[in-house]
Each structure stands twice: as C-alpha cells, then as structure tokens.
C-alpha cells in the first residue's frame, strides 16, 4: 500500500521568522495525518527549519541538489551538505529550474543518482507544457522525461514522481481530477514498462498542478494520485487542509 506524500514547496519565499512561525502553527494541525509531511525550503532556511520542525512528523527537504560532492559550482548545494542537517527530500527538476535556468533531463538523472546514494528521497518533477497538451504529445514528452530522467536508478521505489502540468502551475488553472488521474496512470505503465510493474504499483506520484484547499479531496480520491506537491498553498494554513484531505 503506498503511503501519500503531501510535500510543500517554498520556492523563494519564506525568512527565517516567518518560516519557523508557520511551522510552529502546523504542528498541532497536521500532527494526526494520514501522510507524509514535507516542507521544501529554500536552501539558507534549511538549518532553521529544521530546529523549528524538531520533534513533529513535518520532515524537510530541499528544492534543489547539485551531483557533485563538491567543487567549483557557485551558487549550488551538495547532497553531503543536505545530510548534515538530516534533509530528507531533494525536489529535482521542477519546471521554473528546467524553464529559467535550462536544466535537463540528463541533469536531472546526474542529481537523482546522487540523492539516492546518499540516501535523499528525490522528488522528479515531470510534466507537460500547455503547447505540448495542446499539439498532444503529453505522453512523448512525459516518457522521455521519465526515461532520461531516472537512468540506471536501481530501486524506482525509492524515487517519487511528481507531475506536474507545466500550464497549471502558478496560472490558478487545474487538469480535472479525470485529467489528472489519467496522466499519472500513463506515468505510471510507463515506470512498469521501464522498470517493472510490480516496482511501479510501489511508486509514489503525486500531483503538482496548483493543488489546494478545494480541490485536494476530488485528486487525492484518484485511484493512481499519491499525495501533492504544493506551491503557494504552502506558504499558509491551507497546508493543514490538504495535509488532513481525508478528514
């Protein structure tokens, strides 16, 4: 039975202040849940979050990971830097790093190999922009991602897809509950095919096109949705909605 994953992702929002505050409100509200609870937070909250996280189910992950151990990459973070501070998720190659700063899908197999030897869930972001549903290659471009993207991973179990519909990102627009389920049944025979059907029954996927407060409980009722990668509904008590969507 796969376990739910409602994760939040931050982006480049949030101090150190406002951050450990409305950690310390979710506590109590999401405590009970029938999930797995993740907040992604940008890098330099990592530390702080993490203090403020002590003690709840609220794990943290981070929004992004470089492959190298180390070295000249300015700007960028390591898996063994992540592990310090006991980071448990890594979300890679989300649509505003593939759209603004042209990460690809070899790079995102370089930095979900990465995240698994060192023991970091990676979250593999894949989806369609609103040009390819329309010209209707979804599916093409969603196997190549998934084919590129998760290269030579031993155990898919351990990795969670994220789908998420470039064009209902950030726009208040939704694939139906029917659009959704749909696509990540695809993505889902594809990871059998590519791996195994029996390694993709075990696999979470969540959805990550602007899921919130209203429309947790229709997606989440999806027979092959497995949980939320949450944008700006993470940024408030609305997290605790969606966290508590079967209540």
């Not at 330099?44 to 981070?62: D, V």
């Not at 959805?207 to 999806?222: D, E, P």
Request: negative net charge.
């Amino acid at each position: 039975m796969r376990r739910p994953l409602i994760a939040g992702n931050w982006k480049m929002n949030m101090t150190a202040e406002s951050g450990a505050k409305l950690i310390e409100e979710l506590k109590p509200l999401v405590k009970d849940a029938n999930c797995d609870v993740a907040l992604c937070v940008p890098a330099i909250l990592i530390p702080a979050m993490t203090k403020a996280a002590e003690g709840s189910n609220i794990a943290i992950g981070a929004e992004n990971v470089h492959w190298a151990e180390s070295g000249a990459y300015t700007g960028e973070i390591s898996c063994a830097q992540l592990n310090e501070y006991g980071v448990k998720y890594a979300i890679i190659g989300h649509s505003e790093r593939r759209q603004y700063f042209g990460e690809t899908d070899e790079g995102v197999n370089k930095r979900t190999l990465a995240a698994l030897a060192h023991g970091i869930t990676p979250i593999v972001c894949v989806g369609e922009t609103l040009e390819e549903r329309e010209g209707g290659v979804t599916e093409k471009v969603l196997y190549k991602q998934l084919k590129d993207g998760l290269a030579n991973v031993e155990d898919v179990t351990k990795v969670v897809i994220a789908y998420e519909p470039v064009w209902a990102i950030g726009t208040g627009r939704t694939a139906t509950d029917e659009q959704a389920q749909e696509t990540i049944a695809y993505i889902r025979k594809t990871i059998g095919e590519l791996f195994c059907p029996k390694c993709a029954q075990e696999v979470v996927i969540q959805y990550g096109g602007s899921m919130n407060a209203k429309n947790c409980k229709g997606l989440m009722a999806q027979p092959d949705i497995d949980g939320g990668l949450i944008g700006g509904a993470s940024l408030k008590l609305d997290f605790a909605t969606i966290v508590n969507y079967d209540k």
